[in-house]
Nanobody
Framework: QVQLVESGGGLVQAGGSLRLSCAAS????????MGWYRQAPGKQRELVAQ???????NYGDSVKGRFTISRDSAKNTVYLQMNSLKPEDTAVYYC????????WGQGTQVTVSS
């Protein structure tokens, strides 16, 4: 089992920045990738960013150049630095971890005002 705890969401004006954190605990040595997804009201959950065990990263098209995913392996924590935020970035952001199973955090709300 893997437990994921997110933090760092909140309200920010358009053009501002936020950093999300996701701390993993449990059977973490088998995690192949961690990432962030988001879900806005009435929309499907979508990939925001992912980082693999080897350090490769992958971003959703709408956030490329604005968001950066990183990790601190010593702290078993993944971060999402979000810059130049737009109102359309408003969503619940979920941390995700994958091994043979897929695990989700409880979600953290990000609201970007215009």
């Amino acid at each position: 089992q893997v437990q994921l705890v997110e933090s760092g969401g909140g309200l920010v004006q358009a053009g501002g920045s936020l950093r999300l954190s996701c701390a993993a605990s449990g059977i973490i040595f088998r995690i192949n990738a961690m990432g962030w997804y988001r879900q806005a009201p009435g929309k499907q959950r979508e990939l925001v960013a992912q980082i693999t065990r080897g350090g490769s990263t992958n971003y959703g098209d709408s956030v490329k150049g604005r968001f950066t995913i990183s990790r601190d392996s010593a702290k078993n924590t993944v971060y999402l630095q979000m810059n130049s935020l737009k109102p359309e970035d408003t969503a619940v952001y979920y941390c995700n971890a994958e091994n043979l199973n897929t695990y989700w955090g409880q979600g953290t709300q990000v609201t970007v005002s215009s």
